[in-house]
């Protein structure tokens, strides 16, 4: 068993090397050979980790969501909604010095995948998962009557989930602008337009 | 004069097909090389548009912003605020076969400025242009006393330009998913959101 432990999480490590060499150099470096080095093994011992550098790709993308997945499963929900969605879509915004990071490799990936079928298919199944948290997020709100009468539920899910989405990739490229105030005002914002007064 | 025109002419074909080979083959595949038998020059040739690859690079990524601000600059304006303002953001959509490679390009020039100090200026000037579109379509709404009362228009400016581009990626990610009609429907209903009934 420690033996697997080890394993996996020396798999981790490497894949943090991975995303450590995007976020520096760019896709265009991240080979093999570069991220072996950052991670400070031999090229050959990366055989033991990853057969090949499309499975490494694959395994470092996939840790990204798995790391929100893990955040939001760790949130402890009051069980009031409107305290609670903020909560919840923080966790796939970049506002600190752990998710930050996640984001910028996770856009690397995102335009990667765009090239890469391989990642394309991860890449929508960690789109389905998302859109299906704010299908979630509306029904609730629905369900608890919160919602404005009214509202087209499927527009009103692309509506919040592009917010977040065009929120994270603004506040990655321009942190000095869109700051982490701004942000949480942007999300209570919309979720207060959204429900009754 | 000719000459000139010929020049430049010959220079968007080059970075068109710097395009091409990014959407088909991603950003590590757009070697000089690679981009010169895809526009069906020699390389040595290319020296006679672009001096480096860096500036290759740059020139494609200012193409796109200027392909979206002549569409913007030839938009016929009604007048009617609640018309124009959903044709302008149609001009920063990936809505048809002209704006869906675009908007591709456009995320992959992102993600390498990430990386690429020169890339990055470029990248930070459209931002900075493209959010000044917000304040300008906020300010409009306010002095036509169109919008809500007690907006906050810090935060309206920024949550328009993030659902517009959250918007965008999604719909380039999954066309099939966030349809044009939906995006319309999105755009429409957030303009109606942040206007008095």
Chains 1, 2 share one sequence.
Request: proline share 4%.
């Amino acid at each position: 068993m420690p033996k697997i432990v080890d394993h996996e999480l020396q798999k981790e490590k490497v894949a943090e090397a991975a995303w450590r060499v995007i976020r520096k150099n760019g896709m265009e470096q991240a080979s093999v050979r570069n991220i072996a080095e950052e991670a400070g093994l031999s090229v050959g011992s990366m055989r033991h980790y990853f057969s090949s550098q499309s499975e490494l790709y694959m395994y470092s993308m996939k840790l990204v969501s798995e790391r929100v997945n893990l955040r939001i499963k760790n949130i402890a929900f009051t069980g009031e909604l409107l305290t609670d969605i903020p909560v919840l879509v923080q966790q796939i915004l970049p506002l600190n010095e752990e998710t930050i990071p996640e984001m910028e490799v996770w856009f690397a990936f995102v335009v990667k995948s765009m090239s890469d079928p391989s990642l394309a298919v991860l890449r929508k199944q960690v789109d389905d998962d998302m859109r299906q948290m704010f299908v979630m997020i509306i029904q609730a709100l629905t369900d608890q009557n919160l919602a404005l009468p009214d509202l087209d539920y499927d527009i009103e899910i692309e509506r919040f989930y592009a917010l977040i989405d065009g929120l994270a990739i603004h506040a990655v490229l321009r942190p000095e602008v869109l700051t982490k105030e701004k942000i949480e005002s942007a999300v209570n914002r919309h979720l207060q337009s959204i429900c009754r007064p």
